[in-house]
Structure formats: C-alpha cells, structure tokens
C-alpha cells in the first residue's frame, strides 16, 4: 500500500483553503512563516491549540498583525502553564484552560491528550503544529520525539503531524512505500531524510537517490539533498520510522 502525501497544501493560501479536518497547534517558539499563510491555516483549522507559552507567542503574533478582532480564539490553552501569562489567560477568555501536569512529557507531546477526543467529533485528518526549527537542539529534539510518540488514530489511521516552520515542513514516514508529491515552486530547495535506527530506504525522485541503502547516525544519512528535476514526485520505501523534512522558502537556504 502506497501512502500519497500533498505538503503543497499546506503552503499556500489557494491551497488551504480547500483543506478541511485539521487541527493547529502553536508551541513556545518564535512565528516567522508568510503571515497569509499562518492567519489562513489558523482560519481553516477545525480545532485550535496553543501551548503553554505559545499563547503568548500567538497573542504577540496576532497583536503585531492587529489581528486581535478578526481571529477566534484557540480551542484549548493546555500546558504546565508555567510560562503563559495571566494576560493571555485573560484575553483569551473564551478558551478552555486545560492544566497539564505531568512532568515525564513534554507540553507538546500532553497537547494531542487534549486533542484525542476530538479527533473523532470533528472528523480530524492532519495536524499543523507551528514551531520554528532553530535555536535550542534539546527542543528540536524533544518534538521529534513526539513525532515518534504519536498515537492519534482516526478510523484505525494514523493522523500524521507536520512540523511546519518560515521555511521547512517535516513529518514522519511510517515503515512502508511513501510517494511525496513536490510543488513546483519548492523543487529548488533542500531536503532530508533522517533515520532514528538503522533503516534501509529505498528512493527515485531524488538527485541523490538510495538503492536498499541502510541510513544510521554513524554511518550515511541523507541530509542537503534535493530533487531530480524531470518529476514532482519522489517516492520512497523504507522499514523503519524516517523523518522527512524539507526546505520551503529561500529564508536561510543555501
């Protein structure tokens, strides 16, 4: 069974608007992608997350777009709520406040606890979760973990959460054949794909393919690639858990 992916539809306001069934989720990290972009995602989305400190993120983002009167209010306020203000509390006085205590995980990981039961009223199919990918490793880490820890079924289907940041979007590919459909406009930048343990991978589509190669830290993984121009479509087949990640927008791009 092949598993199609269309990341293009998460990169353009024509594109999301034409997206149903997902939710957003804001973590405590700065907001640096095409404002249209985000004010359409967060629009569309069937539920809305902000975590922890990433309320104040989003009251700070929407303030600085004056935007305060035009966006509805998250769903959910979820967290240790150890860095949210009493002032986001408060403007966002029409979201739920849901405390998340447990210290074994990270407030990202306990935000899709918040989101579970809502999977199956609101027919949910993907999640957005807004985190820019630089600044501290630990972090970054911490929320490929979580990629790793997902557990959000829908329909026995796994609901795949996206990374997306100013200028990458990243998810995880389960074991099996994957065929990534490419937009045009995003052929020019870089991708990679990461393995976690030892994971033979097969690929075409790329400008550095893989023929049952096994990628492991230690050994080859393929990072700073790119794609094979003469298609839009790169499909890969691995046994193991990859993250694909790639580059959409020339912001830090080499």
Known sequence: MTTKWFPGNFLSVEKIKNVKNYAVIVLNRPINANKEVV?????????????????????SWIRKHSLEDKLKHPNFITGDLDSCSTESIAFFNKSRVIKTVDQDETDFTKSLRVLEPSIKELNLENSIVLCETSGRMDQILANIN??????LKSKDKQIPIFLFSANSLSWLLAPGHHEIHIPENVKKFWCAL???????????????????????????VSTSNTYDCTTNVVNITTDNPLLWSMGTSKIDDD
């Open 39 to 59: 004010e359409c995602l967060w629009s569309q989305a069937s539920l809305k997350i902000t975590v922890d400190g990433g309320t104040n993120r989003w009251l």
């Open 194 to 220: 990461i393995p976690f343990e030892p994971t033979k991978v097969s690929t075409n589509g790329l400008k550095w393919n893989l023929k049952n190669q096994t990628l492991k830290f230690g050994g080859i």
């Open 146 to 151: 979580t990629l790793f820890k997902n557990n």
